[in-house]
């Protein structure tokens, strides 16, 4: 084919992270589909793939590489990011530039003075933000969900009448619709006949106090509580704090789980669980689908439009649901069949493939 492609993120595998994830899989279907593929990153660990990945160390650096590319069709990971504000004052460039959305951020409100702060701050970067999107030729979105806190441009795209964006969900791991070999539970001394697992950044906004808290509340017995994230950190001390006696008889925190590991967590839980306050189309609940494990979710971003798991708003809607999925074998069968299903049909990396070659293919096509 031949055809030369550009995708820059500001994470690339072996990262773990959402951004890392769908750019690595992006690249990898595009190289296997014969693109000529360079991918743009700041990650330096040494990585062995088929393709080209160049790393960058400033912004100087990265607007001389794009001046000059010959590349077809550049791929640009996310919003606020260096990704896309370095490469805004160079643009256009010679072939055609599509913003992958992952979702804005400056219209978030989280609780609190910080939360108001934080959205205040924003407010320039809210004003600015239909100058920014001129400047691409077209978008990705993840979802046409009209989510007012982290879908801003997805509302601003169809407020305007634009036609130039696809949707283009994510995709749970393909390891997951297999089974696991590994034991989580013994491999980890965790004695309990049911699982609750959360997988996220260890981060306040990430919802882990909260659920936390819950947990202990709710007092469930012969239930724990499995906390996963990429590294410690010192949110992750005060979960632990906060555990207090029950860390590591109710309670578990992890980090830097290989994929091997990963897998076997959401194979030994019962419910996948998340108080997240921000999220667009999380990874970590398409992972739980492909997995068949039911999920109970605050509703942000486009969780609710995800099949296999039910949202909450509330602390006491949270355990009521919780509740419900504990004692309902049978309501956790037809959620995990559901997840499944919808993975195999709509949220796998495969079909994602698929839609970027044609989009690929539509907009040589379009401007040739």
């Known amino acids: 084919m031949s055809k030369k492609i550009l995708i820059a993120a500001f994470g690339f595998y072996p ?42 160390d400033n912004k100087a650096e990265y607007q001389l590489l794009l001046k000059p590319s010959e590349a077809e069709v550049f791929f640009f990971h996310g919003w606020h990011n260096w990704v896309s504000d370095w490469a805004i004052p160079v643009l256009p460039l010679k072939g055609k530039t599509v913003l992958v959305s992952h979702g804005t951020n400056f219209n978030v409100r989280l609780s609190g ?70 034991d989580f539970c013994i491999e980890n001394q965790i004695t309990a006949s049911k699982i609750l697992l959360c997988v996220s950044n260890f981060q306040p906004a990430k919802g882990q106090g909260e659920l936390l808290s819950w947990f202990i509340e709710l007092g469930l017995t012969d239930t724990a509580l499995v906390l996963i994230g990429s590294e410690f950190n010192a949110f992750s001390e005060q979960l632990k704090k906060s555990a ?40 970590m609940l398409l992972d739980a689908m492909a997995v068949g494990l039911p999920f109970l979710c605050r509703d942000v ?14 602390q006491e809607g949270f355990k009521e649901k919780l509740e419900l999925l504990l004692k309902g074998s049978l309501l956790c069968e037809i959620l ?12 796998s990396w495969e079909k994602s493939a698929k839609q970027y070659h044609f989009l690929v293919q539509k907009i040589l096509s379009s401007y040739s």
């Open 15 to 56: 990262e773990q992270h959402g951004v890392a994830q769908a750019a690595y899989r992006q690249a990898l279907a595009l190289h296997q589909l014969g693109y000529q593929v360079t991918v743009v990153t700041r990650t330096k660990a040494p990585i062995t793939v088929p393709f080209k990945v160049v790393a960058i």
């Open 113 to 182: 003075l910080k939360g108001r702060l934080w959205w205040l701050q924003n407010r320039v970067a809210a004003a600015i933000f239909p100058w920014k999107m001129s400047k691409f030729d077209h978008f990705v979105f993840l979802s046409s969900k009209l989510e007012k806190q982290r879908m801003s441009d997805v509302i601003l795209a169809k407020k305007r009448g634009m036609t130039n964006y696809s949707i283009i969900p994510n995709g749970a791991r393909p390891a997951f619709l297999q089974e696991s070999s590994v």
């Open 301 to 314: 971003g486009a969780v609710s439009e995800l099949e296999g798991g039910i949202c909450f708003s509330t």
């Open 244 to 283: 207090d006696k029950q860390l590591g008889k109710t309670v578990f925190l992890f980090e830097k789980l290989n994929e091997e590991e990963l897998h076997a967590a959401y194979r030994a839980a019962d419910v996948f669980v998340s108080a997240t306050h921000t999220e667009v189309q999380p990874l």
């Open 336 to 347: 995990g069949k559901a997840g499944k299903k919808a993975v195999l049909e709509r949220y």
